[in-house]
């Protein structure tokens, strides 16, 4: 059942679309629905879905030495953080496919081209800003727990267990970042497929995200932890699974965000 949520409820000036109730029968239809899409369209884009693995290993390379070393943990896990603004080509995908139109690969630069240029550049922005405030919380909290004992070198990785100071950084690390990862889906879920999908500025994509996240509180955060779940299991082994897992959580969220708004 649609319901509408008046535009004063967040904000007067920013107009929001009707979003609707889900339930986890909804979230297991847009996972199933984008399997199958990524069954279809696996022989063109797997190598789209290899330039996450590709970038693990750079900021691996980047990082594994003794002066960057604290960030690459941070690093990677925070680069889950730019996947909505990734996948906007999976979901132009999915668009097509679904409108029964071509969806062939070299339609998945199109939102680049066209009308969504400018809002998903914006929301990039956005979920930029999100990850350098991530990157330097995660530093703080090293620099006030584990790094209070020394710096970390790269070949004593082991203290980090072995230290009180190691789980604290661990404990307090993971809370901070699950803070972020909650505002970063609340506000992204639903706003790059929809500026994808429709004529819509940045700021009503994610008044219309927000809307949604708060009309769907459990579910959005069953969501997040579904896609977190994905993309560990992706990581296995040296993050070469995250070429089929980036695929199909694009589409899905496709189909996710069919489910949440009227469109």
């Known amino acids: 059942m649609a319901i509408t ?32 899409d990524f069954r279809a369209k696996r022989g063109d884009l797997l190598f789209i879905g290899v330039i996450y693995p590709v970038v693990c290993f750079v900021a691996a390379v980047v990082t594994f030495n ?75 909290i090293y620099a006030l727990t584990f790094g209070a004992d020394g710096p970390m070198r790269a070949s004593e990785i082991s203290r980090i267990f072995t230290t009180e100071s190691g789980w604290a950084m661990i404990v307090i690390g993971n809370l901070v970042g699950l803070g972020f990862a909650l505002v970063a889906i609340t506000v992204s879920f639903v706003a790059f497929p929809m500026v994808v999908d429709q004529p819509v500025e940045a700021h009503t ?15 959005t955060i069953g969501w997040g932890l579904r896609v977190a779940a994905l993309l560990v299991l992706g990581t296995i082994p040296f993050g070469v699974g995250l070429a089929v897992v980036l695929p199909w959580l694009g589409y899905a969220t496709w189909h996710l965000y069919t489910r949440l708004v009227v469109r």
């Open 5 to 36: 949520v008046h535009p004063e409820s967040l904000s007067p000036a920013v107009p929001i679309a009707e979003v609707r109730r889900i339930g986890k029968a909804d979230m297991d239809w847009a996972l199933a629905q984008g399997w199958r």
């Open 66 to 140: 003794d002066s960057l070393f604290p960030l690459f943990f941070p690093l990677v896990a925070g680069l889950s953080i730019a996947g909505p603004a990734v996948a906007s080509g999976f979901y132009e995908l999915a668009r097509r496919r679904e409108a029964g139109i071509d969806s062939t690969w070299w339609h998945f630069l199109d939102p680049l081209k066209g009308r969504s240029r400018t809002p998903i550049a914006m929301l990039t922005l956005m979920l930029t800003g999100l990850f350098i405030g991530w990157l330097a919380a995660a530093y703080a």
């Open 205 to 219: 994509a994610v008044a219309t995200s927000i809307a949604a996240a708060r009309r769907n509180p459990g579910e």
